[in-house]
């Protein structure tokens, strides 16, 4: 008896134990790939490409927060970075990774509450 037939149908010498056939273990295996895949990958597939999507819609005079709290104004667009301007006229390079969030839509945010 192999591993999976002891973790789905219990110990093989206990009295009234049943052995299943291999159908049911694969079709139980299939099911549970399934619920994996529907509710903890696609849902996290999605929002990458919908984070993906923003940032690269992203332009020249755009207000965003970086994934460490930076919020800055951006100055200009390159390739795979962003040159970002801060409150007091400090200018720093970002890639375009660290993005997290359009800073209006954090002002939206605050508003409703």
């Keep these: 008896m192999n591993f999976y037939n002891l973790l789905l149908f219990g110990n ?4 009234g134990a049943q ?3 291999g159908s049911s273990m694969i079709i139980f295996l299939v099911l549970m790939i399934a619920i994996f895949y529907f509710f ?3 849902p996290q597939q ?7 999507d923003f940032r690269s819609a992203l332009k020249k005079g755009d207000k ?3 994934i460490g709290g930076i919020h800055g104004k951006i100055t200009n667009v390159d390739e795979g970075t962003f040159v970002i301007e ?3 006229g400090t200018k720093l390079r970002i890639d375009k990774a660290a993005v997290a ?13």
Excluded at 46 to 52: E, I, T
Aim: charge should be positive; avoid cysteine; glycine fraction near 8%.
């Design 12 to 15: 093989p010498n206990a009295e």
């Design 19 to 21: 052995g299943g056939g």
């Design 40 to 42: 903890m990958i696609r």
């Design 46 to 52: 999605k929002r990458q490409k919908k984070m993906q």
């Design 64 to 66: 965003i927060v970086t």
């Design 86 to 88: 801060v409150e007091d």
């Design 101 to 113: 969030i359009d800073a209006n839509d954090l002002k939206k945010e605050q508003e409703k509450k």
